[in-house]
């Protein structure tokens, strides 16, 4: 077993102990391998242990890493870093999910270049929920708006939320975070019926997302290891 079967694995109790100790089903939850700056044969070496999704954080990354794994049709690729708009039109062609829609401009764009002969993108919306100035995202109060407009995009499918929360150690006050993102996902999910995923917690908050309600935790460094970015910029 390579070291990164035995973390997939490693993981994968995580989520399934934490799932447990809230009455929660495993199964409902997704694990997103959050690939970025790692190459391609540690994909691979993922998908040899069973993992089919992957998150990537930099764009011409991300669709370099695509293409060279095209013989693998059944991964899901998600789009889960800041996108600029000279770069929507990669997402639009070459990935199955983007987590961060935080402004009208970028939906529209994407669902303009989204090929006719792919499915719709399936699309989450970016919620600020710590208020940080660093961090992109929309404010709470402002998604019902946005969500009706990015709903109306025939080439795009809402899908839910997604979110950041400012790094916190105590766990209840993490999980109170995760709750306030959890009440507007569902708030979300009583007015479009394709909404169905969450997208909370990282290594450090898995636990409280997961109690809270998230569908889909992103996880790298646990996975994959330390990260690398002396050879990375912003793409």
């Given at each position: 077993?390579?070291?990164?079967?035995?973390?997939?694995?490693?993981v994968?109790?995580?989520?399934?102990?934490?799932?447990?100790?809230?009455?929660?089903?495993?199964?409902?939850?997704?694990?997103?391998?959050?690939?970025?700056t790692k190459?391609?044969?540690?994909?691979?070496?993922?998908?040899?242990?069973?993992?089919?999704?992957?998150?990537?954080?930099?764009?011409?990354?991300?669709?370099?890493?695509?293409?060279?794994?095209?013989?693998y049709?059944?991964?899901?690729?998600?789009?889960?870093?800041?996108?600029?708009?000279?770069?929507?039109?990669?997402?639009?062609?070459?990935?199955?999910?983007?987590?961060?829609?935080?402004?009208?401009?970028i939906?529209?764009?994407?669902?303009?270049?989204?090929?006719?002969?792919?499915?719709?993108?399936?699309v989450?919306?970016?919620?600020?929920?710590?208020d940080?100035?660093s961090?992109s995202?929309?404010?709470?109060?402002?998604?019902?708006?946005?969500?009706?407009?990015?709903?109306?995009?025939?080439?795009?499918?809402?899908?839910?939320?997604?979110a950041?929360?400012?790094?916190?150690?105590?766990?209840?006050?993490?999980?109170?975070?995760?709750?306030?993102?959890?009440?507007?996902?569902?708030?979300?999910?009583?007015?479009y019926?394709?909404?169905?995923?969450?997208?909370?917690?990282?290594?450090?908050?898995?636990?409280?997302?997961?109690?809270?309600?998230?569908?889909l935790?992103?996880i790298?460094?646990a996975?994959?290891?330390?990260?690398d970015?002396?050879?990375?910029?912003q793409?």
């Amino acid at each position: 077993m390579t070291s990164i079967q035995h973390n997939l694995q490693q993981v994968r109790q995580r989520i399934s102990a934490a799932a447990q100790r809230c009455g929660r089903d495993p199964e409902e939850i997704t694990l997103l391998a959050v690939s970025k700056t790692k190459p391609a044969s540690d994909v691979e070496e993922a998908v040899a242990a069973g993992q089919l999704a992957f998150g990537e954080n930099y764009v011409q990354e991300g669709v370099e890493k695509i293409q060279t794994l095209a013989a693998y049709p059944t991964l899901a690729w998600h789009f889960i870093g800041p996108l600029q708009s000279n770069k929507s039109r990669l997402v639009a062609e070459n990935f199955a999910w983007c987590h961060t829609i935080d402004r009208l401009r970028i939906a529209r764009r994407l669902n303009d270049q989204r090929p006719e002969c792919l499915a719709p993108l399936n699309v989450l919306i970016q919620v600020n929920i710590s208020d940080e100035n660093s961090k992109s995202g929309i404010m709470l109060e402002a998604l019902p708006e946005l969500a009706q407009a990015v709903a109306a995009l025939p080439r795009l499918r809402l899908r839910g939320l997604m979110a950041i929360p400012a790094p916190e150690s105590d766990y209840q006050r993490q999980l109170a975070v995760c709750q306030q993102m959890a009440a507007a996902f569902h708030a979300l999910k009583a007015y479009y019926p394709d909404v169905d995923t969450l997208s909370l917690g990282m290594s450090d908050d898995l636990e409280a997302a997961i109690a809270a309600g998230s569908t889909l935790v992103r996880i790298g460094t646990a996975i994959f290891g330390a990260r690398d970015y002396a050879q990375h910029s912003q793409q």
